[in-house]
């Protein structure tokens, strides 16, 4: 059974940086999963944030971190990353990470995903 941590999160200030790593255990994740990134803020629904493909030839991002927040995978590592740069105060949420086994081109949109993780909190203020 894939198990999927989450690790990374933190307290920062706007404009700030982290990088928040999703480790995989218990299967293989290169050639076989997709991986997405989505948060969830107090109040409101689970938001996609973004995906990668499971050969990382495509991905796709949310408008709302589109240039800020490139996704990335390292098969040897069976991780993948989500490096966010410029953090503003409305990216503060529980972040999950999540895995598919799944073939297909990501970059119009992102599957279903089957695996979750516990999530990880980062808060962006000042």
């Known amino acids: 059974q894939l198990q999927l941590v989450e690790s990374g999160g933190g307290a920062v200030q706007p404009g700030g940086s982290l990088r928040l790593s999703c480790a995989a255990s218990?299967?293989?994740?290169?050639?076989?999963?997709?991986i997405g990134w989505f948060r969830q803020a107090p109040g409101k629904e689970l938001e996609g944030v973004s995906c990668i493909s499971r050969t990382a030839d495509t991905t796709h991002y949310a408008d709302s971190v589109q240039g800020r927040f490139p996704i990335s995978r390292d098969d040897a590592g069976n991780t993948v990353y989500l490096q966010m740069n410029n953090l503003k105060p409305d990216d503060t949420a529980v972040y999950y990470c999540a895995a598919v086994r799944y073939s297909g081109d990501v970059s119009m949109g992102c599957p279903d995903f089957a695996f979750w993780g516990q999530g990880t909190q980062v808060t962006v203020s000042s």
């Open positions: 218990g299967a293989s994740l290169p050639y076989y999963y997709a």
